[in-house]
């Protein structure tokens, strides 16, 4: 058994010690440049990030947590109309497995009868 110690340690120590370095396989990730005569800094700053507004909105439980159009099977109720001043059909949802609920407001992709995302 003395024997049989060294000998695995020795072997363990040869397998680290012949593993390449992160760095060593590491690929250079580029970044697209943004489009001539535009500033990076100017898209983040048309950019918004909203509020999502609890409302008395509800989803099924056992919805998988994400964002759901009212037109999708998981939004039960919209809750307060008037929370936003478009028509609540082209709201997007944020629902919880426990049927928790909070709009996020209009989006273009849930108006007019689509409903995209469902769950996304």
């Not at 058994?1 to 363990?12: E, G, N, T, V, Y």
């Amino acid at each position: 058994m003395k024997f049989f110690s060294p000998l695995i340690l020795l072997s363990a120590l040869s397998l680290v010690a012949s593993l390449p370095s992160p760095d060593a396989e590491a690929e250079a990730i580029s970044i697209p440049e943004p489009a001539p005569g535009i500033k990076l800094e100017d898209v983040h700053a048309t950019l918004r990030k909203r509020a999502c507004k609890t409302n008395g909105c509800a989803c099924r439980k056992g919805t998988r947590q994400g964002q759901y159009c009212f037109g999708c099977f998981a939004v039960l109720r919209a809750g307060n109309i008037n929370t936003y001043s478009s028509p609540f059909d082209g709201w997007v949802f944020e629902c919880s497995p426990d049927g928790s609920c909070c709009a996020y407001g209009a989006r273009a992709s849930c108006s007019g009868g689509r409903a995209n995302p469902c769950g996304a």
